[in-house]
C-alpha cells in the first residue's frame, strides 16, 4: 500500500515562494506523480503532473512559475511554487497512478493514492 505524505505548506505573502515535498512509502516502483490543488467552496484540480521518464505537464495558471521535479530519493516528489497569488492558496494534495504512460493535471480520477494534504496559504 503506498503511501504520500506532504510537506512544506505554510502562510505567504504574494510574490513569495515555497517548495513542497512528497514522502513516499510501501512502493516497487513510482509510475505517475501529481500535484492538486483545493481551494475552498472549489472543487480539487490539477497543477502538475511528471511520469516516471520525467515527463512534467502543468495547470495553464501555474505554467512558468510552479516546477514539479522528482527523485528516487525518500522524498520522491517536490513542487516548487514561485511568485505566488493569493488564488494559489488550497489545499494541496500529492497523488500517485500506479500504471506508466501519458499523463496529465486533469487526469485526477485516474489516480489511486493520495496524501492527507497541506495547507498553502497565499496573502495579498
Known amino acids: 500500500q503506498v503511501q504520500l505524505v506532504e510537506s512544506g505548506g505554510g502562510s505567504v505573502q504574494a510574490g513569495e515562494s515555497l517548495r513542497l515535498s512528497c514522502a513516499a512509502s510501501g512502493y516497487t516502483r513510482l509510475w505517475c506523480m501529481g500535484w492538486f490543488r483545493q481551494a475552498p467552496g472549489e472543487e480539487r484540480g490539477g497543477v502538475a503532473t511528471?511520469?516516471?521518464?520525467?515527463?512534467?505537464r502543468y495547470e495553464d495558471s501555474v505554467k512558468g512559475r510552479f516546477t514539479i521535479s522528482r527523485d528516487s530519493a525518500e522524498n520522491p516528489l517536490y513542487l516548487q511554487m514561485n511568485s505566488l497569488k493569493p488564488e494559489d492558496s488550497g489545499i494541496y494534495y500529492c497523488?500517485?497512478?500506479?500504471?506508466?504512460?501519458?499523463?496529465?493535471?486533469?487526469?485526477?480520477?485516474?489516480?489511486?493514492?493520495w496524501g492527507q494534504g497541506i495547507q498553502v496559504t497565499v496573502s495579498s
Open positions: 511528471v511520469d516516471s521518464d520525467g515527463m512534467a
Open positions: 497523488a500517485h497512478r500506479p500504471w506508466p504512460g501519458y499523463c496529465s493535471p486533469d487526469q485526477d480520477r485516474e489516480f489511486s493514492y
